[in-house]
């Protein structure tokens, strides 16, 4: 389907690059959208607890405190 080889010194150089990293985590942010907000839930008060997937815990940590577990028990 491709006929793209993978270049091994490009992709040295762009993985873990710190500005990449940090343009995608702009990119994700932006792209997020609320489509309702039932029972006024927003804006969130105080520190909200966030179960991520994607996402970097220590990207996340300033937005709230970062939970492991989806369960309700653990997120509310």
């Not at 500005?19 to 105080?46: K, M």
């Not at 607890?49 to 405190?65: F, M, T, W």
Request: with cysteine; proline share 7%; net charge negative.
């Amino acid at each position: 389907m491709w006929s793209v080889q993978l270049d091994i010194n490009a992709a040295e150089c762009i993985d873990g690059n710190t500005e990449f990293i940090t343009a995608g985590e702009g990119a994700r942010r932006r792209a997020l959208a609320v489509l309702t907000n039932h029972d006024a839930l927003l804006p969130l008060t105080g520190a909200p607890k966030l179960y991520l997937q994607g996402v970097r815990p220590e990207a996340a940590a300033a937005y709230g405190q970062v939970v492991t577990d989806p369960a309700p028990e653990s997120c509310c």
